[in-house]
């Protein structure tokens, strides 16, 4: 029986995988991906105490999370194309139009 | 075998995310993201999550990846040479240091609770995904409709957003 704490610093390994992603990375899209990774994170956790604490509550959350995650993508990339289309760079930090 | 298993799903799973972050060509990126979906699908199966696992294969690697594959071949970004931040270094040390933090409280917590109605030999009775159906529809239904009015407006949005605007429009080139 493989312990919980491993699948819980499994996870915090790939969270913590996307965060850098998101901070380092300069292309939007890469940053969307690194969110990805990141709910995938918080899958692998809810998973994982769904099955130590014999309750299917976990994986509905999870369920829900790969839903959002899709709404979310769709937006994301339809933004992204936007902000191509105007002529503007795909890079977050040249995306600066709504800067104060 | 279960120790294997979880070994190589880790270990693959964590290495594609190193490549999804780190790689310079996107298209790269993307197939790191999609070993990385693949092996976290085979997490799920050793987690007794099968209907997840279909879920995680068909939703995730089979639309979402494709979706965002399919935008990195329309928009055909060059591979850059600058594709980190000009600050990655800091981000660097302080995303490693919280890392180690989460590493020593996840390893050292006593992990426990009340356990559930749901377990393995109850739930394989009738099947995983028979479980995850007869919870879905009763107890969290009115989530289910939400989610399914939330996917709905965001179609509509990302139509909205995308659809090719009837005048032309004048090319705002601010902010290159």
């Known amino acids: 029986m493989i312990p919980l704490s491993a699948y819980v610093a499994l996870s915090a390994i790939l969270f913590m995988t996307g965060l850098l992603g998101v901070l380092i990375r300069r292309n939007f899209i890469i940053v969307l991906m690194s969110v990805e990774i990141m709910l995938n994170a918080a899958n692998v956790n809810l998973v994982a105490f769904s099955h130590y604490l014999e309750s299917m509550a976990g994986q509905l959350a999870a369920l829900f999370v790969i839903a959002i995650a899709a709404g979310e993508a769709a937006v994301g990339l339809a933004i992204i194309i936007v902000v191509f289309r105007g002529k503007i760079a795909t890079n977050v930090d040249q995306i600066n139009l709504l800067k104060w | ?176």
């Open chain 2, 1 to 176: 075998m279960m120790y294997v298993l979880f070994g190589y799903f880790a270990v693959v799973s964590i290495l594609s995310g190193v490549f999804t972050i780190a790689l310079k060509n996107p298209v790269h990126c993307g197939l790191g993201l999609l070993s990385l979906l693949l092996h976290v699908a085979g997490l799920f199966v050793l987690l007794n999550a099968e209907f997840l696992f279909a879920v995680q294969i068909i939703v995730y690697a089979g639309a979402i990846l494709v979706l965002y594959l399919f935008v990195l071949m329309l928009l055909n970004l060059k591979t850059e040479e600058q594709h980190l931040h000009k600050k990655y270094p800091f981000f660097l040390f302080a995303g490693v240091a919280i890392l180690g933090e989460l590493l020593i409280v996840t390893l050292q917590t006593p992990y426990g609770g009340a356990k559930g109605t749901a377990s393995a030999e109850v739930v394989l009775q009738t099947g995983p995904s028979h479980a995850v159906g007869i919870m879905m529809f009763s107890d969290y239904l009115l989530l289910f409709e939400i989610v399914g009015v939330f996917l709905l407006g965001a179609i509509i949005g990302a139509i909205v957003l995308a659809k090719t605007p009837t005048p032309p429009t004048p090319k705002t080139d601010a902010a290159t």
